[in-house]
Each structure stands twice: as C-alpha cells, then as structure tokens.
C-alpha cells in the first residue's frame, strides 16, 4: 500500500480553471503538508496542517485553498488557475509538526496550465 | 530567501567512485536532512543529521555537518546506476523544511 497517495498523476487544464488536488497518507501521521517544485526544481513550502489545523501558510496567492477534512487527508484546490501555476505539487506527512521529523512525500502531481 | 544552495549543480561519475555533494543553509537549525528524488517521483528521505552531530553514516551513506559555516556534505561511496537521482539538503528550522537546490547526480555503467 501506498504510504501517501495523491491523485491525479497529471493535470491539464485551462487558463482561468480550477481544479483539486487530493492526498492521503495511511501512515497515521498528524502532519501533513503541500509543496510546489518548479521548473528548475525547487521545492519550496505551501502550507501544513497539523491534527487539520493549518500552521503553514507560507507566502501563497489566496487561489490556492487547502482543505483538511481529517488527519489522513489534505486536498488542494486552485481557483482561477495562471501559466505560473504550472509545476509538481507534492504532498507529505510526518509524524508530528516538529523539526526533527521525517517526511514522507507522495508521487506528486504534474500540473501544466495551458 | 531562505533556500539553501547546493553544490554542485550537476554530477556525472563512473560506477564505483565515489560522489560528494556540498550544501549551504542560511538559518540556524535542529537537525539537516538528505533527500532523494528519482525522476518523475517524490523525493525520500535519506539520512538525518542532528545539529550537535558532526559526522553520520548510513550504508554507503557518509554525512557530514558544520554549523559554524552552516554547511553540510553527503558522500555517497561506490556509487551504482542506481543511485542516479536528485539529492536535496533540507534545514529544518521551526516546523518547517527548507530544502536546497538539488544536485543531479549521473552514474553511468
């Protein structure tokens, strides 16, 4: 079994759409968080939830929502989607919210905005 | 910003040397951590460095850490095909990582 799934694999949309992102971790971790990872591949923090409240939110455009419905889940969803949208957005999770902790990432999701 | 920088940028060796990649963070830290990521995947977690550590190994794994110049290595010995990948530093400050720029790294047969 996958440890922290996210679907879909790829995403191909349209300017001015707005899509979901969904993930699940089956690890029982209290943390979870999303990442974008641009062309040049650079990984850089969105938000993180923990026990699905958010402690993360880092300098993000208000289109992007996270949503944490329970522990185990953090979806993604995008309004009015931009070009610059257009990278792997990534989930993961670890234990708790403390620095020392591992994180698990997921596959990621490949988001072309066209 | 607060991303860390990596050195080098790009690696291509034989199978069998052996490959050392540099990192650079910019804040204070708890611990440094090594991730790698295969392409077209997401990255896994490699080796944890706490910050009063100087020097851990894992398999052919060897990291090394210095935080008076806020500096961390990853020497990967006898390298395989296999370990062909990205490999990113992460900082971890409060409740959060802070990963550095990746180097790729190219084993060939």
């Known amino acids: 079994d996958t440890a922290v799934s996210q679907t879909p694999k790829y995403l191909v949309t349209q300017m001015g759409n707005d899509k979901s992102i969904k993930c699940e971790q089956n690890?029982?971790?209290?943390?979870m968080y999303w990442y974008k990872q641009d062309s040049k591949k650079f990984l850089k923090i969105m938000f993180s939830?923990?026990?699905?409240?958010?402690?993360i939110n880092e300098t993000v455009p208000n289109r992007f929502s996270p949503k944490s419905p329970d522990k185990a889940h953090l979806n993604l969803h995008i309004n009015s989607l931009e070009l610059g949208d257009s990278a792997v957005y990534f989930c993961?999770?670890?234990?708790?919210?403390?620095?020392?902790?591992?994180?698990?990432f997921g596959a990621g999701t490949r988001l072309s905005v066209l | 910003s607060q991303q860390g920088e990596e050195d080098p940028q790009a690696l291509s060796i034989q199978e069998g040397e052996n490959a050392t990649m540099n990192c650079s963070y910019k804040t204070s830290i708890n611990n440094l951590q090594w991730y790698r990521q295969n392409s077209g995947r997401g990255l896994v977690h490699l080796i944890l460095?706490?910050?009063?550590?100087r020097e851990k190994h894992s398999g052919r794994l060897r990291v090394t850490l210095d935080t008076s110049k806020k500096s961390s290595s990853l020497l990967i010995t006898a390298s395989r095909a296999a370990d062909t990948a990205s490999y990113f530093c992460a900082s971890t400050g409060f409740q959060k990582l802070v990963f550095g720029t990746g180097t790729r790294l190219l084993v060939s047969p």
């Open positions: 939830y923990n026990n699905k409240e958010l402690i």
């Open positions: 690890l029982g971790h209290d943390t």
């Open positions: 993961a999770s670890s234990q708790d919210a403390g620095a020392k902790n591992i994180q698990y």
């Open positions: 460095i706490r910050s009063n550590e």
